[in-house]
């Protein structure tokens, strides 16, 4: 069995897309899922499986969430290795930056032209690089005012999810 890390896209923003850590729990189970774990309340869910196509356990998490939230929730999946080096990795995209770390994870492995023009969009203040499915949002001003957004991302790159770096080191510290 393999342990993969599930980002869930946009639960738990407003009132209408709540989707309760016990709900994520039981529908991933539901999936056929095991040693399933969630850290914090915005969708980051371990999980053991059989499988190996990430494309397989995205849909399969994708109908169990739908049919348990009665909404969609765009599911990015990703091995617990992946997690580990998109950490290893965080510390030579930011060097001397001194502002704040997200990381949008996207569904699907961007194209190089694709990943050249979320990376052009930036300037020394706040800027993005493409490492595979991940890419490092790098922002001086508070993020609402930020030159790059998970939006800028999703427009170029396709469905992507972000969060902190602090957030993506404590699931590989708990989960690698």
């Known amino acids: 069995m393999a342990t993969y890390v599930a980002f869930l896209r946009a639960i738990n923003l407003g009132a209408t897309r709540k989707f309760a850590k016990g709900d994520i729990i039981a529908a991933t189970e539901a999936a056929g899922f095991s040693d399933v774990a969630t850290h ?25 969430f739908l049919e348990r939230a009665g909404f969609e929730v765009p599911t990015m999946v990703f091995t617990a290795k992946e997690i580990c080096a998109i950490v290893d990795d965080a510390e030579k995209v930011a060097a001397g930056h001194g502002g704040t ?10 194209t190089a032209a694709a990943a050249n023009q979320i990376e052009q969009l930036g300037d020394e203040r706040d800027f993005a690089r493409v490492r595979g499915r991940a890419v490092h949002l790098l922002v001086t001003d508070p993020y609402r005012h930020a030159r790059l957004s998970n939006a800028d991302v999703e427009k170029a790159l396709g469905v992507a999810t972000n969060r902190n770096l602090r957030v993506i080191r404590a699931l590989a510290e708990k989960w690698c």
Do not use: F
């Open 101 to 110: 770390h997200y990381v949008s994870l996207l569904k699907d492995e961007p």
């Open 40 to 64: 914090i309340n915005t969708g980051n869910v371990r999980l053991a499986t059989s499988l190996r196509s990430r494309g397989k356990i995205g849909a399969a998490l994708e109908a169990a």
